[in-house]
Every structure is written in structure tokens, then in C-alpha cells.
């Protein structure tokens, strides 16, 4: 086996920024958002192997010169919070191309993605708007990754270990929070537009399918896979869901995701990391097939009866 040479911080943060504005270039410009975004969610997969990875990333802002307090100033909701959860994962896969076996890999890309992030600030302005936007983009990032590990492992140890829940009904519990979640929060906000509230919909449905496959489902159908026809009765699951809320708020609320609508995307990327603690590896405890469908029908009658 050929074991790779550590590049140069400076290589792996001329070869990023490359990269990522290629990825973010919209006609004849980068669009400095999404570019943002990805920066994050880069970043914050080289913090991941720290024992503290939200105190690596308020290093990491520190050395750029961001100082801002979440409590200081909130950053503006430019774009949705699904959009903005894939462009941190696009950031997130771009990064593993930089990182190899050891911590040593992980420094020499986060150096690189510090370097990358004092350019994207210099680009901007490195006016507070700016500042705001980059640290949420980062601590989001990493918050999202520590709450949904958080999540399934107090789902496990408190319903399973303790209250005998079986894996799919962490499943259904967690899907059904996360969609009925979504449907509350819009439902505050005013919004009745059909087509509004099915995209919302589907955009949660790929959080949740998309974190599953990452984390080792099979991906050889389509995302929606197994979904029944629109005639079939959905099941709501409130019991389930009045029983886990509180479990999974309290990670939520520790993790210091307040935002209700980051809120959504978390639980939604727990729900697929549960998907995926029953559904992956070479003996499953409930097939793939199966898994999909329970958590997608989960999330879509919890989130319909809500609206």
C-alpha cells in the first residue's frame, strides 16, 4: 500500500478555494454565500477529530480575526437552511480529499482552511455582516455533526437501553419529530402555500435520506425509495413523538441550535443517522428497504397533519 505524502498547507488552500469556486461560480461570478458555506462545513470536517470540536472552531475563528458573539449579532437567513446544509456537506466531501490517517492531516487541512478563510473574509470586506455569516456557517457545521451523533446515542441509551423501544421506533420517533417540527414552525410563520410547504417537505426528506446514505445505507435506489402511493393513510406516530421531543430538544438546546429551523434540518439529520445505525453495514437489523419507507412516511404524516 502507497502511502500518501502530507502536502503543504499552502497547496491544500490554493487547491480548495480552487475547487470551491468552481462549485459556487453562478454566470460570470462566485456566488460568496454558498462559497461560505462550504468553507464552513470544510473546516469543521478537519475539527472533528479534536475532543472539543466547537472550541477548535472558536480557535479557528479567533486566528481569522472573527471575534463575534452568536449572542452579538445573529447572521441574516440569505438562504434556506436545507440550501445551506448541502453546501456545508459539498464542503465537507471537498475537505476528505485533504485528510488522510492521523491527526496530523487534520491540522495541516485546518491551517490550510484558516488560511482560505482569512482570503474569503479579506474578499468580503471583513465587515460584520460578513464576519457573522462565517461563523455561523462554521459553528453550524460543526453543531450539526455533535447533535445528531448526540441525538441516536441518547435515543439509544434512554428509549432503547432503558424504556425497551426497538430501533424502529427510534426511527419513526425521530422522523416524525423532525417533519412535524418543520410543519409547526411554518404553520407560526404564516406560510399556506402548497408548493411552498411540499418543497419544504421534500427538502427535509433529502436532509434525512442524505445523511443516511453517507453514513453507509445503500444508495442504489432513488432517495424517496418506497414511499406508497398518495392514497395510502399515513401514520402519525404522536405518542412517539411527544415521548422523544424533549430528549432530542435538550441535545438540541445543548448544542446551542436555537434557530427553529436549524432545528428541523438537525432532527432530520438524526432521523437518517438513526436510518442508518438499523439499515447499514453487512447485517442490518432492518433491511434498507424497509428503514426508508418506515422513516419517509414517518416524517411526511407527522409533517401533513401539522399543516
Same mark, same amino acid.
Given at each position: ?10 497547496d491544500?488552500?490554493?487547491?480548495? /478555494? ?20 462550504? &468553507? ?16 477548535? %472552531? ?15 449579532w445573529? =447572521? ?6 436545507? =440550501?445551506?446544509?448541502?453546501? @456545508? +456537506? ?9 485528510? $488522510?490517517?492521523?491527526?496530523? &492531516? ?7 482552511l484558516?488560511?482560505? $478563510?482569512?482570503? !474569503?473574509?479579506?474578499?468580503?470586506g471583513?465587515d +460584520? ?6 461563523a ?7 453543531? /450539526?455533526?455533535?447533535?445528531?451523533h448526540? !441525538?441516536c ?6 428509549? !432503547?437501553?432503558?424504556q425497551? &423501544? ?19 414552525l411554518m /404553520?407560526?410563520? $404564516? ?10 417537505l421534500?427538502?427535509l ?10 453514513h ?11 414511499i ?7 401514520? @402519525? ?8 421531543e ?10 446551542? !441550535?436555537l434557530d ?7 432532527? %432530520?439529520? =438524526?432521523? $437518517?443517522?438513526?436510518?442508518a445505525?438499523a439499515? %447499514? ?9 424497509? %428503514? ?6 414517518a ?9
Amino acid at each position: 500500500m502507497i502511502s500518501r505524502a502530507l502536502p503543504s498547507y499552502l497547496d491544500i488552500a490554493q487547491s480548495f /478555494y480552487g475547487q470551491a469556486c468552481d462549485l459556487c461560480q453562478e454566470g460570470p461570478s462566485v456566488n460568496l454565500l454558498r462559497l461560505i458555506n462550504l &468553507w464552513g462545513g470544510a473546516l469543521a470536517e478537519c475539527l472533528l477529530d479534536y475532543e472539543e470540536p466547537d472550541q477548535a %472552531a472558536e480557535d479557528c475563528l479567533a486566528e481569522i480575526g472573527i471575534t463575534i458573539s452568536a449572542d452579538d449579532w445573529m =447572521a441574516p437567513s440569505l438562504r434556506s437552511a436545507s =440550501a445551506c446544509e448541502q453546501d @456545508i +456537506e459539498f464542503g465537507r466531501t471537498l475537505s476528505r480529499l485533504y485528510l $488522510g490517517d492521523g491527526l496530523e &492531516w487534520s491540522l495541516n487541512a485546518r491551517n490550510a482552511l484558516t488560511e482560505v $478563510g482569512r482570503g !474569503i473574509r479579506n474578499l468580503a470586506g471583513a465587515d +460584520e455582516a460578513c464576519d457573522a455569516l462565517m461563523a455561523e456557517s462554521l459553528r453550524t457545521a460543526v453543531r /450539526y455533526e455533535l447533535t445528531a451523533h448526540s !441525538i441516536c446515542d441518547r435515543a439509544i441509551d434512554v428509549k !432503547i437501553a432503558g424504556q425497551r &423501544w426497538t430501533i424502529a421506533d427510534c426511527i419513526l420517533g425521530l422522523s416524525a419529530l423532525a417533519g412535524s417540527h418543520q410543519a409547526r414552525l411554518m /404553520y407560526d410563520a $404564516g406560510v399556506s402555500n402548497a408548493a411552498s410547504l411540499e418543497k419544504a417537505l421534500d427538502d427535509l426528506m433529502r436532509v434525512m435520506m442524505e445523511e443516511a446514505v453517507r453514513h453507509g445505507v445503500p444508495e442504489d435506489v432513488t432517495l424517496l425509495h418506497g414511499i406508497p402511493a398518495n392514497d395510502m393513510p399515513m401514520s @402519525i406516530h404522536a405518542d412517539l413523538i411527544r415521548s422523544i421531543e424533549p430528549l432530542a430538544l435538550t441535545v438540541l438546546e445543548d448544542n446551542h !441550535i436555537l434557530d427553529r429551523t436549524n432545528q428541523a434540518i438537525a432532527l %432530520a439529520k =438524526a432521523a $437518517g443517522r438513526m436510518v442508518a445505525v438499523a439499515a %447499514a453495514g453487512e447485517s442490518p437489523d432492518i433491511e434498507h428497504v424497509v %428503514a426508508r419507507p418506515l422513516a419517509l412516511c414517518a416524517m411526511m404524516g407527522a409533517f401533513r397533519q401539522a399543516v
